[in-house]
């Protein structure tokens, strides 16, 4: 991100006069999702919006996305959507996500490849790929997939959501990967603490646990390097015109 994020969080980036974890409160609010909680790492003491609950990742340098989620693992219980702080979305994606009665869905958007036309900085083999079948139950996900015959469909956004039977089996899954693994890699990630949320998500899959994507097209975008970020100032100000 160079510049941009030398003095602040990813998260408070702005976009069309509003931060990008605003954008997010605003919309989960409009929808009826009041109880909040976010983690910090990285500059935390600049992240104090009111009316949420925090919780503190001092390790952020040492672990990874799965890790750090888990500093909130006693909010993963009845309902319960994920996100991560690095991308801006429009409501109706998140809408669409509440709307599914799976018990783990995952936000997939299957026009993902346009994302990429044009992004140097963060090639496509960044990209955290999905593989579906028939019924949209992920087979394989992660930004490395290996040995497949079938092309990626989708790319996780990095947005899920968990009935309390989907919350408990993470938290299972979580725990007995976590003692599993103590030593040596885990699923696609050189350790269990430098996991990503989809390394998880995969164990779960290879244990013939049904894990559902919500199919999207496009109204998102991620921020991982100063060119995304002037991409998406661009794409939000485009479809608001």
């Not at 040492?62 to 996100?83: G, H, M």
């Not at 801006?88 to 709307?99: G, R």
Request: charged share 25%; net charge negative; hydrophobic share 35%.
């Amino acid at each position: 991100m160079k510049d941009l994020t030398a003095n602040s969080p990813k998260c408070l980036l702005e976009i069309d006069g509003k931060t990008i974890i605003q954008n997010a409160l605003d919309h989960l609010r409009s929808l009826g999702v009041n109880d909040i909680a976010v983690v910090k790492g990285y500059l935390q003491d600049k992240i104090c919006l009111p009316d949420l609950t925090y919780y503190i990742n001092d390790n952020y340098l040492q672990n990874n996305i799965l890790t750090s989620l888990f500093y909130a693992e006693k909010e993963l219980s009845d309902d319960v959507i994920i996100l991560y702080s690095d991308i801006i979305f429009e409501k109706k994606v998140v809408e669409k996500l509440i709307e599914s009665k799976y018990d783990i869905s995952l936000v997939t958007d299957v026009k993902w490849t346009s994302n990429y036309i044009e992004r140097y900085d963060h090639p496509i083999g960044e990209a955290e790929k999905v593989v579906f079948d028939e019924k949209f139950q992920v087979q394989h996900i992660g930004k490395i997939l290996q040995s497949n015959k079938k092309e990626p469909q989708g790319e996780f956004i990095g947005m899920l959501k968990l009935s309390a039977i989907g919350a408990e089996t993470l938290k299972q899954f979580y725990h007995s990967s976590k003692e599993k693994y103590k030593t040596g890699p885990f699923q696609k990630a050189d350790s269990f603490q430098n996991a990503y949320l989809t390394d998880i998500i995969q164990e779960m899959v290879d244990h013939s646990v049904v894990v559902h994507c919500v199919p999207i097209e496009n109204g998102w975008r991620e921020l991982d390097t100063a060119e995304d970020f002037n991409k998406a100032k661009t794409f939000f100000k485009n479809t608001k015109s």
